[in-house]
């Protein structure tokens, strides 16, 4: 009888099937592979559209806007998008980024993000330090406030001494010579002793140190802009274009520490720091306009060795200077003139106390949230 065997006359049509089945897997594969590629592109694109749009906005405004409280929270708020977005990526990439060449980049941006760290802290402790201002300001402006009565003589004298106390808090730590430690509210951490708080009132609050005395604002700048060049073809392609959006993070955290530190009083400030963004770049022009244009208004402040470069500061300093002079030149009885020039003081005095009461706290807030942005990366990074 003749063989029935089946397996002789069905293995050919088992390896037919088997290699049609293995077609099919690799076109799915295939087709998977190019629409997470299809993806990517996508979300890479749409993160430097993002960026781009931010800082064009943010390149629209004034000079006369330009470094306010307003826009700096509206630098802060744009970090904190820009920030969430590039997290996304990298989370949808766990795999790519955690292998070379991207493993590299990421350790990079972690080791910057630590000095980013140190950087909110010493802006929140120069937001405190103009806190302290402000109480100084709303003594001369109680009292020189006229409610229409005759200007005293021991109404000068009180507000030349809030004047005098005014110079010496926005003078450098090391100018001033003082032997108050200088504390840092530590993000997160808050001294609940009513005795510190009610005697060191515009210090710190923390015990922790937020800085050391060695610290310098323009040192981890600079630490953070090393080594900081636009990824080269080679590197765009081995990591499917995922260097891009590492540079581009990396830029914006430089800007926006470095427009910070520019702002608001930091401990030896220090703003020459190179930024040079390749024009194929979308968010190139604006974010270089920006840098040029507070470079320009740094080199305007430098002659009076300015605390910082925010509008409100630049207020301060001009309206305690009015006020000083005034106060130094009057004679009593007051003519009416002078009555006038001291009324119209004390008016633009009141703008400026407004500004930095309704300004000062929501721009905490914006650090201290970029802070805690910064932190939660850092420890999904480091897992």
């Avoid at 229409?148 to 004047?163: D, V, W």
Wanted: glycine residues 4%; proline residues 3%.
């Amino acid at each position: 009888m003749p063989s029935t065997d089946n397996e002789g006359s069905s293995s050919p049509f088992s390896s037919i099937g088997r290699a049609i089945y293995g077609i099919r897997q690799g076109q799915v594969h295939s087709l998977e592979a190019n629409q997470r590629s299809t993806v990517r592109d996508s979300e890479l694109e749409s993160f430097q559209k993002q960026v781009a749009d931010r800082f064009q906005y943010l390149s629209r405004v004034g000079d006369d806007e330009l470094l306010s409280i307003n826009w700096m929270r509206k630098l802060m708020d744009a970090f904190i998008c820009c920030h969430e977005e590039f997290r996304a990526i990298l989370l949808n990439n766990k795999e790519q980024v955690s292998n070379t060449p991207l493993d590299r980049s990421i350790f990079e941006f972690l080791e910057r993000l630590v000095k980013a760290l140190d950087i909110c802290n010493a802006s929140r402790d120069g937001i405190e330090k103009i806190r302290v201002w402000l109480k100084h300001l709303e003594i001369i402006m109680c009292a020189l406030s006229s409610n229409h009565r005759a200007f005293s003589e021991g109404q000068f004298l009180r507000a030349r001494k809030a004047l005098m106390d005014l110079a010496l808090a926005m003078l450098d730590q090391k100018d001033s010579g003082s032997v108050l430690p200088q504390r840092n509210r530590s993000f997160g951490r808050h001294n609940t002793n009513k005795y510190h708080h009610r005697h060191f009132t515009g210090l710190s609050r923390s015990h922790s140190w937020s800085v050391s005395r060695s610290w310098s604002a323009a040192k981890q700048l600079h630490t953070i802009a090393s080594n900081l060049v636009p990824p080269r073809g080679n590197e765009i392609v081995a990591t499917n274009g995922l260097a891009i959006p590492f540079y581009t993070m990396n830029s914006v955290l430089l800007f926006v520490l470095w427009a910070l530190v520019a702002a608001v009083p930091c401990q030896d400030r220090g703003l020459n720091i190179q930024l040079s963004v390749p024009r194929q770049f979308s968010w190139s022009t604006p974010v270089t306009s920006l840098h040029e244009r507070i470079m320009e208004e740094s080199k305007k402040r430098e002659r009076r060795n300015s605390n910082g470069l925010l509008k409100e500061i630049n207020q301060v300093e001009t309206c305690a200077q009015r006020m000083t002079d005034l106060v130094d030149s009057v004679q009593f009885p007051l003519t009416d003139e002078q009555k006038m020039e001291v009324e119209q003081n004390v008016k633009e005095l009141t703008l400026v106390c407004e500004a930095l009461r309704n300004g000062l706290d929501p721009l905490e807030r914006q650090v201290r949230e970029v802070f805690r942005k910064i932190m939660t990366f850092r420890a999904e990074g480091l897992d």
